[in-house]
Structure formats: structure tokens, C-alpha cells
């Protein structure tokens, strides 16, 4: 396992998984009164940044408003152009030709060209920057500069996932090339294609973008987005009512402050976004025992915790690939089942001590529960597992740490999941030691079988093998999954344009998707 120094940060949808609770200042309430108060300004609730650089973290909704794709995703999750008008796909040479719009601008009036796609995708590739999302574009062997307005893309194989890809924010070349692009100051000071251009940045406080007017698409209605930081979902809520906040996602348990209220509209939006117990296979307890998730998936009650903790805004989760075509309905589900969890755990050579909990060569079944600080939801989640955990019999502690200790912590409550091809948030996550593959997890018959569906362009055949992928996985579980959760959005009843029925990606991104269509 490749531990790379990533870390999950710059989760812009309110459920921030790390650093301390946000403060606020109140500088993003005076952004909304300057002296033209007929400025449309639309204060977020975002979690903290670090760098702001889409090549390099994927976490971070605010990359969509500032930086542009080749392609992306319209309201049902469909690819769609962006940048680039138009491709074709040669089957032979298996390449993508692209041809770019001539009418787009970078935010500091440079023209975007072919050259700076060719720069981006070679900065993502390159193992010194450690992108987390290097994996997806594998299959790229070569990227080829026509002219200024027409690139071309090599595969090794066939890819249907590229398009989805692609939608990564293209970087400009005439600001980065020779620099460090995970260090330098562009990552502070972002300059995009997209519908808002960077202003300014508070540190631990906001960040501010004003409307580019030259958007190719069209001039924005809305003339400033504040992305406000506020880690605390409870400290959200406060700021919601107090009008701090136009709009954050907020949790179920909070939902019902504002019901029946007509200053605020309350948006329940599906996810394809799922929680779990991820085990650490690099720490000893589960490096030497890679049977006990097994074991342990029996302990956990998912309908109790949708119930409570969800208040039913979501449901039981036994797959990455649940919310879509490629689910395998058939496999092993492990219901909730206390008594096969204790056998289970006996026939690998766990007993009970004097008090009751297992041990095995005079080690105790004992390991934490690590969760992020301020998202609440989740830390409710882990303290449930943990008695549910104890109630078997095994030593399960939750932990709140500010900072993510991935090579040591023994378990994570992590949260994964793409709306998009199924190879978004597979081959990544469980692939051998690939970018976002936090836990040290290896099957060689996965990445077998992970390799074959991304490289087959052939529907039934890749339908065929994520089944398959499913079923060799509950042959030695990498997580336990808990639930899919439903994102909720509290905003301002006068906010138009977003759109609920779009189905939402980890951490409820997505909703921007139409940024420059949205007016208050």
C-alpha cells in the first residue's frame, strides 16, 4: 500500500471530515452588503480548504464553479461538452479526438487552448504531484497536440469511463509549467475557465468568487458565491436561521428546525453516497487476521442506525455499486445477525475471556473507530457500531481525531460513492495500491477483474464482471457498509435553479452542476 500523503479534505458540502469546527467572523455577511446592494450573493456553508487545484484533490465542489472540464455532467449525470464541442472515438487506435471551443478564456484573459489539456492530464499522470485521482487515467498512453483547438487522447484499451473523467478541471499551462504544482501559489490563488473567478480568501473563514461575465456559457445570474467555513453541522444550522448561511446541507436530526418555515426550502436529494467501517490491513490486529470483517459485518444493525440516525433518509448498504445498473442483488448481504457473528468469529479462533470479550493468542479483539471532527453523522454512526460491537463482545472504541492517520489508525468511518460509471470509486478505492486505496486492501482477483471491466467497452461484459467484482469481494470484505445516506439541503426559500431530482455524488457533490443558472 502506497500511503501517499493524501489527505480527505475540501469536502465543500457540510460534511467536513477533518480539521477543527470552522469560526466565522461575520466577513461573509458583510461580502452580501457592500455598497451595491443589489448584488446577488450567495453565502454556502463549505467545509476548509487547503489548495484549491483540481488535478490534485478531488474532494471539492468549489473546483466546479472556478475550473472547467472537457466534458460534464448535465442534471441526470449524463456526459455532456464543455470545453470541448464535440469528439469522435477511432475503435482501431482506440483514440479520442477533440475539438475545443474557440470562444473560451482563462479568468485572467489568456486563451484556452490544446495545450493546456495536454499540460493537465500529463500533471495528473506524473507521480511526483501524488494526484489521488492518478488511477482513472491509466489507460492514457499518449496526448496529442493537433493544433490549438484539437487534441487527441491514446488509450491503451477501450475506457468508457474517460468521458466521466474528463470532467476534471483543466489546467492553465502559462501559469504552471516548470512550477511544483502541489506547492505553488496558484493553488491559493486558482484561475479558471468556469463561471466564478477567484476573489478572495480569508484563511479558516471564506472563501470569495465573483462572476465571470466572459463564461462561455452564459454570464452568471449571481454575482458572488461566498463559500463560508463552517466545520460544525450544528454551528450550520445556527448560522442558517440567523441568516448567516443562504444554504448548507444539514443532518436529519437538524431538518425539522426549519420545517413549516417559508423563509426556507428543504431539498431531500438521493445519493449514490454510502458510509462504511474501513479496516486498516496495514495495522496488526487486521494485517494478521484479513478474515475478521467478515465476522464483524453480522454485528452491525443497518436498519437501526438508518432509523436512528437517518431518521429513515436513506437505507441499508451492502455495495459500492448499490445505487446503480451494476448492483449484484444476489450476494452476500451480511443482515444483521449477532449470534452468526460470535460463531463466526469462534471458528477463526476467538474466545472469551473472564469479562466477556474475545482474545486470540493473548490479544484482545480491540481496535478504534476513527471518525473526522465535526461531522456528526458519522461519529453517531461509529458510536452505534461500537455497542453493537461490544454487545458481541469485541473492544470497539470511537475516536475523534482533527487529522487522518491513515498507515496507523485500525479503522476509519469512511465514505465513498459516485453517481457516475462504475468505475469511479471501484478501481481507485480497492484497486492494489491505488490512489485513493487507503486501507492497504489487496485481492489480486479484483484487480483482475477491475482492470478487464474498465478496458471492455462492451455493456453486458462489464455488467458481467462488476457483478462478479461483487461477489469476489464478500469473499474477504474490505469494509463493512453501513447506509447510503440522503444529502439535505436547507437553503433560502428564494434560491432558484438547483435541481432536486439530480442523484448526488460523496458528500452530496453535485448540486452546483448549474451554477450559472442559479438566482436569488
Not at 470479550?357 to 476513527?370: A, M
Not at 492494489?432 to 489487496?442: D, P
Amino acid at each position: 500500500m502506497k500511503f501517499k500523503g493524501v489527505k480527505i479534505l475540501s469536502l465543500i458540502v457540510g460534511l467536513s471530515l477533518m480539521v477543527g469546527c470552522g469560526t466565522t467572523s461575520g466577513k461573509s455577511e458583510e461580502d452580501k452588503t457592500t455598497s451595491n446592494s443589489t448584488e446577488k450573493v450567495l453565502v454556502y456553508g463549505s467545509g476548509d480548504y487547503e489548495q484549491i487545484n483540481p488535478a490534485i484533490k478531488e474532494h471539492g465542489e468549489i473546483n466546479s464553479l472556478i475550473f472547467t472540464g472537457l466534458t460534464a455532467h448535465d442534471k441526470d449525470n449524463k456526459v455532456i461538452p464543455a470545453l470541448a464541442e464535440n469528439w469522435e472515438f477511432d475503435n482501431k487506435s482506440n483514440t479520442y479526438t477533440f475539438k475545443l471551443r474557440k470562444d473560451v478564456k482563462w479568468h485572467d484573459g489568456k486563451e484556452f487552448t490544446a495545450e493546456d489539456v495536454k499540460f493537465t492530464i500529463e500533471a495528473i499522470q506524473d507521480e511526483k504531484n501524488q494526484s489521488e485521482i492518478a488511477s482513472n487515467y491509466e489507460d492514457i498512453v499518449e496526448v496529442k497536440v493537433n493544433d490549438n483547438y484539437t487534441v487527441q487522447i491514446v488509450l491503451k484499451a477501450p475506457n468508457v469511463a474517460m468521458l466521466d473523467y474528463l470532467t476534471v478541471g483543466i489546467l492553465p499551462k502559462h501559469l504552471l509549467e516548470g512550477k511544483d504544482i502541489t506547492t505553488d501559489s496558484f493553488n491559493q490563488n486558482p484561475i479558471g475557465t468556469g463561471p466564478f473567478k477567484f476573489e478572495k480568501w480569508d484563511r479558516g473563514q471564506s472563501i470569495t468568487l465573483v462572476k465571470n461575465k466572459e463564461y462561455f456559457k452564459k454570464e452568471p445570474a449571481l454575482d458572488k458565491v461566498v463559500f463560508k467555513i463552517v466545520e460544525d453541522s450544528k454551528a450550520k444550522v445556527m448560522q442558517l436561521k440567523s441568516g448567516e448561511l443562504d444554504l448548507a446541507q444539514v443532518t436529519p436530526k437538524d431538518m425539522d428546525v426549519f420545517k413549516g418555515n417559508e423563509d426556507y426550502t428543504i431539498n431531500i436529494m438521493k445519493t449514490a453516497d454510502y458510509r462504511g467501517i474501513m479496516y486498516n490491513f496495514n495495522t496488526p490486529l487486521f494485517k494478521e487476521n484479513k478474515e475478521l470483517p467478515n465476522a464483524l459485518g453480522y454485528a452491525i444493525n443497518r436498519q437501526a442506525i438508518v432509523d436512528s440516525v437517518l431518521l429513515g433518509h436513506g437505507e441499508k448498504a451492502y455495495s459500492p455499486l448499490q445505487m446503480g445498473p451494476y448492483n449484484n442483488q444476489s450476494i452476500e448481504k451480511f443482515e444483521y445477525n449477532p449470534e452468526k457473528a460470535k460463531e463466526e468469529l469462534e471458528k477463526l479462533g476467538w474466545k472469551k475471556d473472564d469479562k466477556g470479550v474475545y482474545e486470540k493468542d493473548g490479544k484482545k479483539l480491540s481496535f478504534e473507530i476513527v471518525c473526522g471532527e465535526g461531522d456528526q453523522v458519522r461519529i453517531d454512526m461509529a458510536n452505534i457500531c461500537a455497542q453493537q460491537l461490544k454487545a458481541i463482545g469485541v473492544e470497539a472504541k470511537v475516536v475523534v481525531n482533527t487529522k487522518i492517520d491513515w498507515a496507523n489508525q485500525d479503522s476509519y468511518l469512511i465514505g465513498w460513492g459516485s453517481p457516475f460509471d462504475p468505475d469511479d470509486h471501484t478501481y481507485k478505492v480497492f484497486g492494489t495500491e491505488k490512489g485513493a486505496n487507503y486501507n492497504a486492501y489487496s485481492n489480486s482477483k479484483i484487480d483482475e477483474i477491475l482492470q478487464k471491466a474498465r478496458e471492455t467497452d462492451n455493456n453486458e461484459e462489464r455488467i458481467k464482471l462488476y457483478k462478479e467484482f461483487q461477489e469476489e469481494m464478500v469473499k474477504a470484505m474490505p469494509y463493512t457498509f453501513i447506509s447510503y445516506i440522503d444529502a439535505i439541503y436547507v437553503g433560502k426559500s428564494d434560491i432558484k435553479g438547483l435541481t432536486k431530482e439530480t442523484i448526488l455524488g460523496h458528500h452530496g457533490v453535485g448540486i452546483f452542476w448549474n451554477i450559472e443558472e442559479w438566482s436569488k
